[in-house]
């Protein structure tokens, strides 16, 4: 059964500082990663999807990797600012039992001072 | 990215009644749907995945007669919650799968209390 970690489950940082969250997970066989973000009692929002054939995804101050045969993926945020306060999400595509889902991580809870 | 409404977004309910959550696609067709469940400070748990016209399959623990799941329609999925307890409060959010690119979208998710 698929699973995913989150180091760490939650960092504190002031505005500004470059920083990195992990995601590891336990099944190498996976079509894709997602990571999203997730605010206080709100829904999901995506940042970046990197399917399993591909290396690394940016979008703006944000660049996901993924290193498949070592079910690790890292998730780096350029020039931190408070805005970037929230929990953040890992997950991949796995197997379930009725095909594939996205299989979540516990997140890491970022919290960016001013 | 793709716009996906859940309703309601929050309701209160007394424990023993029966609560329904729509999860509607708006702009594209979801062949596949998953709802997933959310305690507080906890990661999203899948709770099962249907597809269109077909029964509902659910993950490990999940009582498939106390979650009722129908897939009525490509644009229409209902969660329904019956004989709702105190331990059934929890974020629900429906997920409507792309059957173009492999990828899920997200509802803004329902919070639901049992008292």
């Known amino acids: 059964k698929q699973e995913v970690t989150q180091i760490p489950a939650a960092l504190s940082v002031p505005e500004g500082e470059n920083l990195v969250l992990n995601c590891s997970f336990t099944?190498?066989?996976?079509?894709?990663l997602q990571w999203f973000r997730q605010d206080p009692g709100k829904g999901l929002t995506s940042l970046l999807l990197?399917?399993?054939?591909?290396r690394e995804q940016t979008s703006g101050r944000l660049n996901a990797s993924l290193d498949k045969s070592s079910g690790r993926s890292t998730l780096y945020i350029a020039a931190s600012q408070p805005g970037d306060s929230a929990t953040y999400l890992c997950?991949?595509?796995?197997?379930?039992?009725?095909?594939?889902?996205?299989?979540f991580g516990k997140g890491t809870t970022l919290s960016v001072s001013s | 990215g793709a716009v996906v409404s859940q309703h309601p977004s929050w309701v209160i309910c007394k424990s023993g009644t029966s609560v329904k959550i729509e999860c509607r696609s708006l702009?594209?067709?979801?062949?596949?749907m998953f709802w997933y469940r959310q305690f507080p400070k906890q990661s999203l748990m899948l709770m099962a995945t249907?597809?269109?016209?077909?029964?509902?399959?659910?993950e490990q623990g999940v009582e498939k007669d106390k979650f009722l799941i129908n897939h009525a329609s490509l644009t229409l999925s209902t969660l329904t919650v019956t004989s709702a307890h105190p331990e059934d409060s929890s974020f629900y959010i429906c997920?409507?799968?792309?059957?173009?690119?492999?990828?899920?979208?997200f509802g803004p998710g329902t919070r639901l209390t049992v008292l």
């Open positions: 990197i399917q399993s054939s591909q």
């Open positions: 702009d594209f067709q979801a062949t596949t």
């Open positions: 997920s409507p799968q792309s059957p173009s690119y492999n990828e899920q979208f």
């Open positions: 249907s597809n269109e016209g077909s029964k509902a399959t659910y």
């Open positions: 997950a991949v595509r796995g197997y379930n039992q009725a095909g594939t889902a996205l299989i």
């Open positions: 099944d190498s066989a996976i079509y894709n």
